[in-house]
């Protein structure tokens, strides 16, 4: 670690003091370098010669070259320009070109789930496990509102940005015709429910402070008892925020001219709470890998968090949370606000206290006694125009043909997690990555632009960044894997079968996967580079440059031609566990029309069949 970075970092901690509050640490981050726009075009020629023909790279290159002569230095002028008068700058037009101006459906194009325990249902009393983690939820609140949370910091001593946590709690996105916003309120002191096609406003505190857990489950109790009908359209209005934003933001107009009320109270809500009436997500028993039905339960389990029926999540909150008939819960996340590890930094507190801490009595219900005082759950009522009813038929018919599109598919695989990989000196992502890119090659029988999130928290405001794993020593490691004269077999312990290693290019995979991670995560910055470097356990795990935890993963693989598969995996990492969370979605025309869709040609899972080519790993 140079001296510099050293002096810098003792400077921090001295003036944050010994107990730092969640943003003490904004002031001294750095600003994120803007990159030599040379090293961008190389980097970018790069990441598309592994999936481009001769001819193809050809003529890009000259492209970029002709970029280079004619544009790249008035360019780069303005972003040096803006690099000394933003915060960061590239974050805000992150924001608003990727997420605020995509006028698709939020619902699979910007949303993703968060899972509850996969064999543990701490109770099968639906009431009682919304009370615990409606609480838990809004203990987390107080903490970030007191700014008790204690701030990330890197490898133990760089602190990562804060920045994200601040539109955790009462944020809703809201429609517009060419772009969105986000609008966050300081407080909100009730929470939005839906149930059997109905919502409801339930407050969240008394005079005396926040509900009990189990005063909370009380007032949803109620709402599962209530026997009132919803009223024509209003069981279908969520599907609007499902549709296309310019159509639901030409909608939102009218319904907020004759329901502002019922509008206000869902939007400025501090979340959305969705109680299904269906099961989802049944234990598969003590055993890690589910098989057969439970397995089938799992993927459906994914498919309802991810898009439900369509019309059941109010796709604009930050989040909502969901709890099902049989007590397992989870969450829907709208991604503009904010990425994934700062919600599930929210999610591991709010599993944990819900279970550990609150904890539930022997009956399953929440501990603690009801408060008959409290008044009844209030009905939100619609007065919805006639015009508005097409345009819920046809958000609704627009949802359900996107959901329809949508394959998951949940694996726990237990044959060895990152502990096993770890002690082979690679790192866990590395190895995962490779391995996505040789099931990816059996199945299709060719190479794709593949997208994996990295950090730039490191830097101020900073969000993430793209590292592209399909390069071209990685074609090279999936091809020596399918060549039966350039591998070894080298025999495991426990019984894993044979392990194929390519005998020449996992050290040069390995030394350059980690060269490019740290340059995406850090920019340009040569001092930087040298100094995450070190922090990586001996350069050998690039830890020190990871978006997300190192127990998270994340890739991204396109269809390249319409009407194709488009795969994203999201891989969790255990000790002794990888669990695999594949969703694929066909990218069909005529999604969102009046006339029904046409029915589809019926396919094998492209989701299951990646999984299953990863788990062979060997020719």
């Known amino acids: 670690m140079s001296s510099p970075t ?9 003036f944050s003091g010994r107990h730092p509050m969640l943003f003490s640490y904004q002031r001294s981050l750095p600003r994120q370098p803007v990159p030599a726009v040379q090293d961008t075009v190389r980097k970018y020629l790069e990441s598309v010669r592994p999936v481009l023909c001769e001819e193809d790279f050809e003529w890009i290159s000259a492209l970029a070259r002709e970029f280079l002569k004619l544009q790249a230095s008035l360019l780069q002028w303005y972003l040096q320009l803006k690099y000394w008068w933003a915060s960061n700058y590239v974050s805000d037009w992150w924001e608003e070109f990727v997420y605020l101006r995509s006028r698709n459906s939020l619902m699979v194009n910007s949303n993703y789930y968060m899972m509850d325990f996969l064999n543990v249902t701490p109770t099968p009393v639906q009431a009682a496990r919304a009370g615990n983690a409606v609480h838990a939820l809004l203990l987390y609140r107080h903490r970030l509102n007191r700014q008790e949370i204690f701030p990330t910091l890197l490898m133990g001593m760089r602190p ?17 015709v060419h772009r969105d916003h986000i609008h966050h309120l300081r407080d909100s002191r009730h929470v939005a429910v839906f149930h059997r096609g109905r919502f409801f406003r339930v407050g969240t505190h008394s005079q005396s402070g926040l509900l009990s857990p189990r005063a909370l489950e009380q007032q949803f109790q109620r709402i599962l008892d209530d026997p009132s009908p919803a009223c024509p359209h209003e069981e279908h209005l969520a599907a609007l925020t499902a549709a296309p934003r310019d159509m639901w933001a030409q909608v939102r107009k009218s319904l907020k001219t004759q329901a502002e009320e ?63 008939s049989n007590g397992k819960l989870g969450l829907s996340v709208e991604h503009a606000w904010a990425d994934c590890p700062i919600s599930g930094h ?11 801490q609150l904890g539930y009595s022997a009956d399953g219900h929440c501990k603690g006694h009801p408060d008959p005082s409290l008044p009844q759950p209030q009905r939100l009522h619609w007065d919805l125009p006639d015009k508005i009813h097409l345009s819920i038929s046809l958000a609704l018919r627009g949802a359900q043909a996107l959901a329809e599109n949508i394959d998951c598919h949940v694996f726990p695989f237990s044959h060895f997690g990152k502990s096993f990989i770890k002690r082979c000196h690679l790192s866990s992502d590395s190895f995962i990555q490779t391995a996505l890119q040789l099931a990816h090659f059996r199945d299709r029988g060719r190479f794709c632009l593949t997208y994996e999130s990295a950090m730039t928290r490191l830097f101020l405001e900073g969000r993430t960044e793209t590292v592209r794993s399909c390069t071209r020593e990685a074609c090279s490691f999936v091809r020596a894997m399918e060549h039966q004269e350039k591998t070894v077999r080298v025999g495991l312990a426990g019984g894993l ?30 001092s930087l580079v040298s100094d ?31 009407g194709e598969h488009q795969e994203g995996a999201l891989i969790l990492y255990n000790v002794g566990l990888l669990s695999f969370c594949v969703t694929s979605i066909c990218a069909r025309p005529h999604v969102l029309c009046s006339e029904p869709p046409g029915p589809s040609v019926p396919s094998p899972s492209y989701s299951q069949s990646i999984v299953v080519q990863w788990t062979e790993f060997g020719p």
Not at 6 to 14: E, G, Y
Not at 164 to 176: A, C, S, V, W
Not at 536 to 561: I, Y
């Open 497 to 526: 079968g044979h392990f194929h290693t390519p005998i020449h290019t996992c050290k040069t995979f390995k030394e350059h996967l980690l060269r490019s991670r740290v340059r995406d995560g850090a920019g340009e910055d040569p």
């Open 6 to 14: 050293k002096t810098w970092l003792a400077l921090v901690r001295i």
């Open 160 to 176: 990562l940005c804060s920045a994200q946590y601040e539109k955790i709690f009462n944020t809703t996105r809201i429609p517009g």
């Open 262 to 324: 019922a509008l206000e109270a869902v939007e400025g809500a501090a979340f959305f709470v969705s109680l299904d009436s269906e099961p989802a997500g049944d234990a598969a028993g003590d055993t890690p890998e589910p098989s057969g039905d439970s397995a089938a339960s799992l993927d459906a389990y994914a498919h309802a968090l991810l898009a439900g029926r369509g019309h059941d999540r109010w796709f604009d909150k930050s989040f909502s949370l969901i709890i099902f």
């Open 532 to 562: 995450l470097t070190e922090l990586t356990d001996g350069g050998r795990h690039p830890r020190g440059c990871e978006v997300v935890p190192q127990s998270v993963a994340h890739a991204l693989m396109p269809g390249h031609t319409q």
């Open 346 to 356: 929210m999610w591991e507190f709010t599993l944990a206290t819900e279970c550990f």
